[in-house]
């Protein structure tokens, strides 16, 4: 709008007239600035903008080469910079491709998945399911479908056999989450997996033995386990986004397994104590909404009171460590492997909700040459490989791209074989801004302080859970020097001047303390927890 206003009168120093000097000296078809019919008043649309503002600060136009401007290529419509000034460092790695280039391509991606506009969100509430099989029913359905069953053991224990464990959960729900928002939610979760085997439908013992292995070890895998099984058996419809997606948490949770194995590690364990399953679920419920984690395990993991009596909860320097940490662990080759692995298994069977299936409907709208993604041979199987994967995941959450200028497939140049979408794009870097920004403010708090309280249970000092702190600080706020709370089924009084936590059923007292001098939390086993209190 503003050079579009040159004139006789226009001053010499002001931007339209030293636009036109940029013009003359820059461009090989310094015409194309001025309307077609008189060639007298400037013209200036967006693509020529785009272009210009390119040229002007990055060196030159990153425009494709089969782009045009009034029927000239953009690509050729200016000449490259000459001073060293003017040039962008990044352009020969770009041109070449290199192996920083191609990880600075990762790293976006990255850091794209990690963040919460990539997640899988939290199902909605499932069906209620009543009980229609007896304990030995129940029992029968897993003998049937999962071999040595009656061998399984709850983690290795001598006579805590997993059957029956199974059952009680098929009756009663999970303890764990007994009393939480989503107790019905897993109760009616798992005796539909269990009626889906009592009925022999499809995979049935697939999804049976997923479970079994799951019940040898604590609650909150299977919780993890029965959500995700469930979901598989309901069938919730996926487009092909919604796929991949799914495909990319399983290797955020990967990422995590990882972290709260070495971080177990470096405190002694993995054991009864340094549990990585709970340290899981710390992670999960401190860095799961910055990181975009399954929005249904957030849920999970913030209820895991193993996790909150054992392992402080992160903040801090700490939490921006364990975050980095997770996007180091995060594997995006192996997940490029995976991607091409199940599109390529495309075939006459395949269902038509499946991944495979949506990549062919997705690739007919997004790819200028479809026929890209099949074999040049016989054009009837699909042949995906690393790189086609990587852009194909770039379009889809970057809305283009990032392949170098020169870089093809299969004879093709790689930035002209998808269409673009620019509303992913801008909702891509809006993203990306958004998450630099969050953990920008986040280091910037690093060193603040955060309340934390913690209760003697004798032999280790255990935090009280975030809704317990949360009513501290309004009671404080408010001048109040009393919260009374609930947890595990017994009612608490919390003095804030004598520190002191009060069971009010049997009137034991316990010390509290703000924030503990070290990591040692929960040295007890999960049973000497639970009875903690009585």
Known sequence: AEVSAFGESTAKDSLPRVFIDWANDRMTHKHVIFDEETCTDVVVG????????????????WARASDKYRDESLCELFLAATDDAAKPKAAPEVAQGGAEFKKERLSRLVRRFLSPSVQVKAPSEAEKEDARLSPEEVTQVFIDHVPGVLDFLYRGQPGNLSLDFMVGA???????????????????????????????????????????????????????????VS???????????????????????????????????????????????????????????????????????????????????????????????????????????????????????????????LFIDWASEHMSQKHLIF?????????????????????????????????????????????????????????????????????????????????????FWS?????????????????????HFSSRGFKYLLDLVAMMQVNLATGKARSVRYGGSNDNHGDEDEDESDKSDD
């Open 231 to 357: 979901l598989q058996i309901r069938g919730v419809a996926m487009d092909f986004r919604g796929h991949l997606v799914q495909l990319i948490d399983e290797y955020k949770a990967m990422a995590v397994k990882i972290l709260a194995v070495e971080e177990c590690t470096k405190r002694g364990g993995p054991d009864a104590h340094h549990d990585p399953a709970h340290f899981e679920s710390r992670l999960v419920a401190d860095l799961g909404e910055r990181l975009g984690l399954n929005e249904g395990i957030v849920k999970q993991g913030k209820l895991d009171e193993h996790a909150q009596a054992r392992f402080r909860i992160l903040q801090g320097a700490k939490l921006g460590k364990a975050e980095k940490r997770i996007h180091e662990l995060f594997d995006m080759g192996a997940l490029l492997k995976a991607f091409a692995a199940e599109a390529v298994t495309f075939g006459a069977s395949t269902a038509n909700d499946s991944l495979p299936r």
């Open 46 to 61: 967006d693509t020529l903008a785009l272009a210009v503002m390119e040229v002007a600060l990055l060196g030159r136009t």
């Open 463 to 483: 935090p009280l859970t975030p809704d317990v702190l949360q009513k501290v600080a309004e009671a404080k706020k408010e001048g109040r020097k009393e919260v």
């Open 375 to 459: 074999d040049e041979d016989t054009c009837s199987h699909v042949v995906v490989d690393d790189s086609l994967a990587l852009a194909v995941l770039e379009v889809v959450f970057l809305g283009r791209p990032r392949a170098a200028v020169d870089e093809r497939y299969r004879g093709e140049l790689l930035s002209e074989v998808f269409v673009a979408d620019a509303a992913v794009e801008v909702e891509a870097e809006a993203a990306l801004s958004s998450a630099e920004a969050e953990a920008l403010v986040a280091n910037e708090r690093s060193d603040e302080a955060v309340l934390i309280l913690e209760v003697d249970c004798g032999s």
């Open 170 to 228: 098929y009756q009663d729900g999970f303890q764990a989450f007994s009393g939480t928002e989503i107790h019905e939610h897993l109760l009616s979760s798992f005796r539909l997996v269990v009626h889906h085997g009592f009925d022999n439908k499809p995979a049935a013992a697939k999804h049976l033995c997923q479970i079994a292995e799951a019940f040898m070890d604590c609650q909150a895998v299977q919780a993890r386990t029965v959500e995700k």
